[in-house]
């Protein structure tokens, strides 16, 4: 039984320019101990998935449909109060991308990570908990005491991975976590998710556009593009074998130092307020056949968990 | 390590940069020594602000006097006052009244008669009769006497006497009793120059009977022999010294300066704060307010306002700030509108924290130095307004202000009589008292948000 699972969810923004589908449809399993990667290019609505599990989707953006259950139970429908008091922080955190930033820089890191215990109504030693936690990023103790100016980029990115773990939650959402930090610092805070997930037991949802960092870490690969998944499946499978044009074509735009160029695709993201009628890649796809322009394909089972969105298949 | 981080944070940060800048060091200085000037008035003279409104009270200082480091370039024209003082004699004594004489004597070689000679006699019942004989340097007298007898009395108290004097002597009656006239009548050559200017030098004797009840005792007794100048400052037309004036309305100023710009500046950052933080219609809504308070005429509404109300310094500073804090709330608005979009302000919605403890814990704290920064510059602002109302004439209640000193010098004409110490002083202090701020506000200005 997955710990997690997103059943038929969208998300639109109704924008002055038209209802801005940014999340179309989408499923998503996640099981205990398991981490599952989303990758597809900016505007693809990874984000939005994400910031939609943690229901933070402001005006003018709206959850219109879907069900996302945490341990069989139905997080949309709970009041905001329960899902503050019960799910938020406890059971599913998030980092993301500007995290480092995410520290107040007029308060120590400790006296943050405190506030957050407190709100959430931890019960134990505060002082040692986030000690512990310190230790558990590979931070210095000291950093208790440290104001963010203080730190390094990478640091504070650990720091807020302590925060985030400091209630002890299943699932950890990590939204471009390593976007914007040096490769070594991105090795280094790879290193120390795959080790917190093994030791905690963690489920993690990881966010990235970065399709080798992310084959790093998952089991499972979900590829996004335009607000839909493209293709799901094993990690290890999807790389070695892409079904989808989409993610063949993103496969190949990897750098690799072997190449003297690097291969992009060609054309852009259609407006998410204006899809096509048929497939949401024709436009951009180097199979496209008629039934394409015509007709959205479904997301059909290939083989065992691997499915792709295609009518090649 | 971190000990030295934690030194340098809060109130030991902000006064260490505010020292570590040269202006800043200056404006500290001067508003420490504003501070123990305005606590001494407060503690020496709270008194003689009651008084500053009661003219029997400053009888026997010199009107219209200049300062008196003046008389440093003309020592035999500008001159202070001198007072002297005797030992009473009892000439009689029964059982229905008694009599005093008080003799004086005194030389005088200065080009100038004092512009006023005042006689104060301090006794413990009614004086019934006073008649005093003025003797000059060869010998001529006068006879001074009133039908009226009071303990402080001037050369205008005895008018009549010194015009029948001067009418004798000159052969018509003086075009203006003033009392430089009849100081001049008490000390000139007696003939026909009497007024001509010209003055008797040498020894002169007073001497004062006075006629009071039985066992009446002569508590104080002097004479005043005024002078044209006076004290640092010089005096108004009413005898009060200015820099008397000065001082007293130093705790006022820097009172009603400091509540005026901490409670617009407060109420401004969060007003503005609370709006940035907001967004949306609650926004529009406070910010439309923000602007139509903002461009109420701040004058004639104070004008109006304070006329309307009278009120006191607490109810003014109010009033000021009333008027005030839209210049904050929206200079706060746009800072927040961008802290708003920071990382660790959206990473507090992620965290479940509540969003009014974001906006106490995460977002005000930005907004201090500002706060700090804009509360100094503020306070010059407040002071003006403040003194400008006084000068119109609406002083709160019993408060002395140097507004309200220019108020006085304005309806005495202190500009068309050359009086300028009258105004110039108190207008210099309103400048003087608002550059430390100034100064300050620009140190913790460049410390927040750097600069040159």
């Known amino acids: 039984m997955p710990i997690l699972t997103i059943k038929n969810l969208s998300i639109h923004f109704y924008t002055p320019k038209g209802v801005r589908k940014a999340v179309d449809r989408v499923d998503l399993e996640l099981n205990k101990g398991e981490v599952v990667g989303i990758a597809g290019e900016s505007g693809s609505g990874k984000s939005t998935l994400a910031l939609g599990i943690m229901r933070l989707i402001n005006y003018p953006g709206k959850i219109v449909s879907g069900e996302i259950y945490f341990n069989e139970e139905n997080i949309l429908k709970m009041s905001e109060d329960d899902f503050n008091k019960k799910i938020r922080w406890k059971k599913i955190a998030m980092i993301f991308q500007g995290s480092m930033n995410g520290f107040t820089p007029v308060f120590k890191i400790g006296d943050q990570i405190r506030e957050v215990m407190e709100i959430h109504g931890y019960n134990g030693d505060y002082d040692k908990r986030i000690k512990e936690l310190l230790n558990m990023v590979e931070l210095d103790e000291s950093v208790a005491n440290k104001y963010p100016h203080e730190l390094s980029g990478g640091m504070r990115q650990r720091a807020f991975i302590a925060m985030a773990l400091a209630l002890n939650p299943e699932i950890l959402i990590c939204d471009e976590p390593t976007t914007a930090l040096d490769v070594i610092t991105q090795a280094k805070i790879l290193n120390l998710l795959k080790k917190l997930k093994k030791e905690l037991n963690l489920s993690i949802i990881f966010i990235t556009h970065d399709l080798a960092l992310l084959s790093e870490i998952s089991d499972k690969l979900y590829i996004m593009y335009a607000g839909a998944i493209m293709e799901r499946g094993d990690s290890l499978q999807i790389y070695k074998n892409p079904k989808h044009p989409y993610t063949q074509l993103l496969m190949e735009a990897i750098a690799d130092i072997n190449k003297d160029y690097i291969k992009g695709i060609p054309g852009f993201m259609p407006d998410l307020a204006n899809l096509p009628n048929g497939c949401r890649f024709s436009n951009r796809c180097p199979f496209a056949m008629d039934i394409c322009k015509k007709k959205e394909p479904e997301l059909k089972r290939l083989d065992g968990d691997r499915y792709v969105s295609c009518w090649l298949y | ?201 040498g020894l002169y004797r007073i001497s004062i009977t006075i006629v009071t009840s039985p066992n009446t005792k002569i508590l104080l007794n002097k004479v005043y022999l005024e002078g044209n100048a006076y004290g640092l400052f010089g005096t108004d037309s009413y005898g009060r010294p200015i820099d008397l004036g000065i001082l007293l309305g130093f705790p006022n100023a820097l009172e009603i300066g400091l509540l005026t710009s901490i409670i617009s500046v407060i109420g401004g950052v969060i007003i503005g704060g609370i709006s940035g933080f907001l967004g949306g219609k609650t926004d529009s809504a406070m910010n439309w307010v923000t602007l139509v308070i903002l461009v109420l005429p701040a004058l004639p509404f104070l004008v109006v306002l304070s006329y309307i109300m009278r009120p006191n310094l607490i109810l003014e500073a109010l009033l000021i700030a009333f008027l005030s804090w839209p210049f904050y709330a929206i200079i706060a608005r746009s800072s927040a509108q961008s802290i708003k979009n920071e990382t660790y302000v959206e990473a507090d919605k992620v965290l479940g924290i509540p969003s009014y403890r974001t906006f106490f814990t995460h977002f005000l704290p930005r907004l201090t130095p500002f706060a700090i920064a804009y509360t100094a510059l503020g306070v010059p602002g407040a002071i003006i307004l403040v003194e400008t109302l006084s000068f119109l004439g609406l002083t709160p209640a019993g408060l002395v202000t140097w507004g309200s000193i220019l108020n006085s010098a304005e309806s005495n004409l202190a500009a068309v009589n050359g009086w300028w110490w009258w105004i110039l002083f108190p207008g210099v202090m309103i400048i003087l008292v608002s550059i430390p701020f100034v100064m300050i506000g620009f140190a913790i200005e460049k410390a927040v948000f750097g600069g040159k």
Do not use: C, R
């Open chain 2, 1 to 201: 390590m971190n000990k030295t981080v934690s030194a340098e944070t809060g109130v030991k940060l902000y006064v260490n940069t505010i020292i570590k800048n040269k202006s800043g060091l200056i404006g500290v200085i001067m508003i420490l020594f504003f501070v123990a000037l305005s606590i001494y008035a407060v503690t020496n003279f709270s008194n003689v602000s009651h008084q500053w409104e009661n003219s029997i009270y400053w009888e026997t200082y010199p009107k219209n006097a200049m300062p008196y480091w003046m008389s440093y370039f003309n020592p035999n024209k500008i001159f202070a006052t001198e007072a002297i003082t005797t030992k009473p004699s009892i000439i009689y004594s029964s059982n229905t009244y008694d009599i005093y004489q008080l003799n004086y004597n005194f030389t005088w070689y200065k080009e100038m008669a004092p512009t006023d000679v005042v006689f104060y006699i301090k006794t413990n019942s009614p004086i019934e009769s006073i008649q005093i004989l003025w003797i000059k340097p060869d010998g001529t007298n006068i006879t001074l006497s009133t039908t009226s007898p009071v303990s402080v009395s001037d050369l205008i108290t005895y008018s009549s006497s010194i015009d029948s004097y001067i009418t004798e002597q000159i052969g018509y009656v003086p075009p203006s009793t003033t009392s430089q006239t009849l100081s001049q009548a008490l000390f000139g050559y007696e003939g026909k120059g009497l007024l001509n200017g010209t003055i008797e030098k």
